[in-house]
C-alpha cells in the first residue's frame, strides 16, 4: 500500500468478540471560530477538500504538530489561517475537552475555540503552509451555514448562537 503523509491504515482485534476492525491513526486537531469585534460575522477559509471533491468553507483549523500542545497550535493556525495573533483576540470559548471526530474510524480529536477579535485588532499577512491554498472571507453566520458542509464549522457557529442566546 502507498504510503500517506497523515493517515495511517491500522486493524486492531475488538476487545469483546474478536473481530477485526480497520481505523486511520491520525494526529489531532483544533478547529477556531474567529467571531469580528461586534460578534456579527465569522472568519471562514475557503478551501479544496478531497473528501467533498470541491471547495469547502470551513473554521480555521490545523493539525496538532507533534510535540506541540493544542494551544500552541491554536495560536499557529489562526496567525497562519487567519492573520491574527494571540494578541488580537480573546479566547471566549474552549470545548471542556477534545471531542472525537469520527471514533468508528479515526484516532483523531478536535480541540474546539471560539475567538473574538479586540477592537482595533489589524489583519497582518497569511503564512500558509506549502501547498496549502485557501482564501478567508468574513461572513455573517447564516450565510456560511447555508454554504458550508463541515460539521465542525456548523458545531461551532451554532455553539456560538447558543452563547448568544443564553446571554440576552
Not at 94 to 113: F, H, R
Not at 125 to 142: A, I, P, Q, R, T
Not at 146 to 168: G, H
Request: charged fraction near 35%; glycine fraction near 8%.
Amino acid at each position: 500500500m502507498e504510503e500517506f503523509m497523515f493517515l495511517k491504515p491500522r486493524k486492531m482485534k475488538h476487545p469483546q468478540n474478536g473481530m477485526t476492525l480497520e481505523y486511520l491513526e491520525k494526529q489531532s486537531a483544533i478547529a477556531a471560530l474567529l467571531v469580528s469585534e461586534d460578534g456579527k460575522k465569522g472568519y471562514f477559509v475557503e478551501q479544496f477538500r478531497p473528501g467533498l471533491k470541491k471547495n469547502s468553507i470551513e473554521v480555521i483549523a490545523g493539525l496538532i504538530d507533534p510535540g506541540e500542545i493544542d494551544m500552541d497550535a491554536l495560536y499557529r493556525e489562526v496567525s497562519e489561517e487567519g492573520g491574527y495573533n494571540k494578541e488580537d483576540y480573546d479566547i471566549i470559548y474552549t470545548e471542556k475537552k477534545p471531542l472525537a471526530i469520527s471514533p468508528g474510524y479515526t484516532e483523531e480529536k478536535l480541540s474546539l475555540y471560539i475567538l473574538k477579535l479586540k477592537n482595533g485588532a489589524t489583519q497582518k499577512s497569511l503564512h500558509l503552509d506549502e501547498g496549502e491554498e485557501l482564501e478567508g472571507k468574513w461572513f455573517d453566520f447564516n450565510e456560511v451555514l447555508e454554504k458550508s458542509e463541515d460539521f465542525k464549522t456548523f458545531y461551532l457557529v451554532k455553539v456560538y448562537e447558543l452563547l448568544n442566546f443564553q446571554n440576552k
